[in-house]
Each structure stands twice: as structure tokens, then as C-alpha cells.
């Protein structure tokens, strides 16, 4: 008879049982079980947590009243298709997220994860204004599915071998202060306006561009912050053109940026959101959002879902929005954030492979490059200073196009104390990759 394999050998067998690109992916570290910033493996091991699940678990993991409203809705009713069931929680979710989303933005089509919110952006614009073209920006990530990777575009190997995409895509310059050759955020600003300029002389009329497609902040792309001036624009060119701005908040949203959304931070309204992750701190669940006078013209069985909106994850989602308010999580971010800002350019001071440290809310990051040059990214260094980190406990993940970007997005419920180990543990891990 087969005997069992226990978890170890399972985990060190994963290259026989997983598709290459899950089981080739770093660290693929055993856990047995997590709470609030940590995850511990089955070996007793601790990890402080400072990925936070790719920036699902904003509350921490297994928050209790998360978990608590999500076991209370299980025993209830698992599986409640939208359309042919009306569950409360998945009403109610939407009544909730209406208060907090920017803007007019209240009426929601729920699925399961931030792909298929990203699909439905893009459907719902070409639906809404009958155009075709959709305008997105280099360095991109909005996930893995077709339309989502068609606009996607942080590294060529999320594309390569998979076309053809969808037609129509279009890219521009995505603002990036410290790689762009202006000397000030006005240049950097106008360099990414003149691409598009050059898009709709060139290439596409804008009266036939559907929408601005981008993340606020790029996420898998590096964690780049555009100056507010380069969203503004979007905002103002878009208005002149009937062209709609869609705003990626996968990664952004609930709390990340110190505000519930990028859009507030920055004061810029988008047209159409698209939400997932910290959604429903790590249950399945994703959303577009728009204005009425967008979602109500998007007919009867138009666009559709089995899962989506699954009355558990919208339970979670209900019980995160509570804890992000009780437990001043915003404000926390902010503050933490800040501290965190300090003590990264204390070390960049100290540090020649620290090329660029940049934050917004708990949205940190250190860009790193190779000493002496003339900012060459430097993706070895990143390897090795988070395998260093993850042996001394503390477990992180890399960002940009290069892979030269190390991103540092613990729950917002960090303490400073949680924040202080963690930034220790960093500071030894790439000063000793410095000297
Ligand atoms: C900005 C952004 N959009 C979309 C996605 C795709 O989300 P999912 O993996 O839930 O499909 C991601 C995932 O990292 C993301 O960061």
C-alpha cells in the first residue's frame, strides 16, 4: 500500500505535482499555520511576514473576527450564485464598500480575484462607450488571464508564448522619477504625457480609445510612485476625450496606501476601480466598481460569474472593513509607513547598493543597484538579501522589471516593535551584501 508523504517530502516533490511555474517560484516555504504577522512552519520555524500574502492579508492573517464572520456565513450557506441567489452579506458588502470607494463610484460587479476584476474594467469600457482601445502603461502587472495580460507588461516573460492578446492594447510611458532622464517631476510628467500625445497623433485617434487602464501605484512593476501632476493629466485628458480612467487598485486598496484607496491619497477620481486582495484579507474575492451611470447601462447578462461574490469572502470583506475603522489601521499605515521611510534612508546613507527607497502608506519599497554605475539594477543582490532575511526569519519579495526592487508590505496592524525587527533584520541583510 502507498504510504503517506508527509508535508516535507510533499513540499520537496512540489516540481512533480505543481506546473513548473508555481513549483519554480522562490521560496515555497512550509506553513503550517499563521496569525497576524506571522507564519510558522511546521518545524516550529517563525517568519515575521512582510509580504503579507502579495498584499491580500492587509488585516493580518487569520484575523479573529475575520475568521469568525467567515465561519458564521459558512454554517449559513457555502455557495449562493449571484442572480439566481441575492445573499445578504454580498448586498451588504456593496452597500458598505459604497461609503469608502472614491467618488461616485457605488455599484459593483463581484468575482473572485483581481484578473477577472481587471476583465470586467475592460469589458465594462468597451461595452459603455463603444470603443476599442484601451491605453495602458509600461511596467504594468494586472494579472494572468488573457484580457488581464494583454495589458500587462512589468516583464515580457508574463506575455511571451501566450499571444495573441487582445488587439487593441496599447502602451505608454508609466512616469518613473528615479529611472527617468528629466531632472525634476515636471519632466518625468511630461515625457510620460508626450507618449501618449504620440499614441493619439500615430497610432490610435482618441476618440477611439475606450479607457486609461493603470495602477496608481505599480505593484509587481516596482512599487513606482508617479507624481500626482501625471494622474491629474490622465484625468483631464481623459475628461476631454470621453475617454474613462480606470484605476488598478488591486494592489493599492483597502488601507495600503494610507488611505482607503490610491485614488483619495492622491485626490484623483477614476471612472471604473478594480479591487482584490485586501478585499477580504486573503478569501477569494475581487470586484469592479463604477460610477451608476457606467455600471447601470451594463445590460442583463452581459457580463456573468459562478463564484463570484461568494457570500464567505463577502462575509471576511464585510468584517475587514470593520477592522480597518476599529482598529485606525489607515492611520497606522500612515505612520508606520513614514517610520519605515526614515529608517530605509538612514540605511541608504549607509549603503551604495541602495539606489532609491519609496513609500506610500505601507506601500515601502529599496530599489537596489550595482555600486559605481550609472544606476544598473542589481537582481542579484535582491536574491541575496532576501534569502538572507528569510534564514533569519524574516520573509519579503522582490518587485520590478529588473527583479531589482525589494517591496516591504507587512498587515497594517504592524507595531512598531514588529516593524523594528523586521527593519533590522534588513538592514543586516544588505549590509552585509554591501560591504
Ligand atoms: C495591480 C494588480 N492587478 C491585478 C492583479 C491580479 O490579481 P490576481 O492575482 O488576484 O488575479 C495583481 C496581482 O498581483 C495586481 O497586483
Known amino acids: 500500500m502507498d504510504s503517506q508523504p508527509s508535508y516535507e517530502e510533499l513540499v520537496a516533490r512540489r516540481a512533480d505535482l505543481w506546473a513548473p511555474c508555481l513549483a519554480q517560484d522562490w521560496p515555497n516555504i512550509p506553513v503550517e499555520r499563521a496569525e497576524g504577522i506571522y507564519l510558522y512552519g511546521p518545524d516550529g520555524r517563525r517568519y515575521l511576514d512582510f509580504l503579507s500574502g502579495f498584499g491580500a492579508c492587509n488585516v493580518g492573517h487569520n484575523h479573529p473576527r475575520v ?10 450557506i457555502v455557495h449562493a450564485p449571484l442572480g439566481v441567489i441575492a ?4 448586498l451588504r458588502l456593496a452597500w458598505e464598500l459604497g461609503k469608502v470607494t472614491p467618488g461616485n463610484i457605488d455599484m459593483f460587479f463581484f468575482g473572485n480575484s483581481g484578473a477577472e476584476a481587471v476583465e470586467g474594467a475592460i469589458k465594462l469600457a468597451r461595452y459603455v462607450t463603444g470603443r476599442r482601445g484601451i491605453v495602458a502603461f509600461l511596467g504594468s502587472f494586472h494579472g494572468r488571464t488573457m484580457g488581464a495580460a494583454s495589458v500587462t507588461s512589468s516583464k515580457v516573460k508574463y506575455r511571451n508564448g501566450h499571444g495573441p492578446f487582445l488587439p487593441d ?3 505608454a510611458r508609466f512616469p518613473y522619477p528615479y529611472r527617468s532622464s528629466a531632472p525634476d517631476p515636471e519632466g518625468c510628467v511630461a515625457e510620460a504625457l508626450e507618449d501618449i500625445e504620440r499614441l493619439f497623433e500615430y497610432v490610435i485617434a482618441p476618440e477611439d480609445v475606450a479607457a486609461f487602464l493603470l ?6 512593476g516596482g512599487y513606482v510612485i508617479p507624481p500626482r501632476e501625471w494622474l491629474l493629466a490622465l484625468r483631464r485628458i481623459a475628461d476631454e476625450h470621453g475617454i474613462l480612467l480606470i484605476f488598478d487598485e488591486v494592489q493599492t486598496g483597502f488601507g495600503r496606501t494610507g488611505d482607503w484607496f490610491a485614488a483619495q491619497t492622491f485626490g484623483v477620481e477614476p471612472d471604473i476601480l478594480c479591487l482584490a486582495k485586501g478585499i477580504a484579507n486573503g478569501f477569494p474575492l475581487g470586484a469592479t466598481a463604477a460610477r451608476r451611470d457606467l455600471m447601470g447601462r451594463w445590460g442583463p447578462a452581459s457580463h456573468g460569474t459562478t463564484f463570484g461574490g461568494n457570500p464567505i469572502s463577502c462575509a471576511a470583506a464585510l468584517a475587514v472593513l470593520e477592522v480597518i475603522r476599529e482598529e485606525s489601521l ?4 500612515r505612520e508606520q509607513g513614514a517610520y519605515m521611510l526614515d529608517v530605509l ?4 546613507a549607509r549603503s551604495p547598493i541602495v ?3 519609496r513609500g506610500v502608506g505601507l506601500m515601502v519599497a529599496v530599489e537596489f543597484v550595482k555600486p559605481g554605475t550609472d544606476k544598473e539594477p542589481n537582481p542579484e543582490a535582491v536574491q541575496r538579501i532576501l534569502q538572507r532575511a528569510l534564514e533569519n526569519g524574516l520573509l519579503m519579495y522582490p518587485c520590478g522589471h529588473w527583479t531589482q526592487t525589494i517591496r516591504l508590505i507587512p498587515p497594517l496592524t504592524v507595531t512598531r516593535e514588529q516593524v523594528e525587527e523586521g527593519l533590522e533584520i534588513f538592514t543586516r541583510a544588505v549590509l552585509a551584501e554591501s560591504r
Do not use: I, S
Open 87 to 90: 445573499p445578504e452579506t454580498t
Open 215 to 220: 495602477e496608481p501605484v505599480q505593484g509587481e
Open 330 to 333: 489607515l492611520e497606522n499605515a
Open 67 to 76: 475568521v469568525e464572520a467567515a465561519r458564521e456565513q459558512m454554517e449559513r
Open 355 to 357: 539606489g532609491d527607497v
Open 169 to 171: 492594447v496599447y502602451f
Open 345 to 348: 534612508r538612514d540605511l541608504q
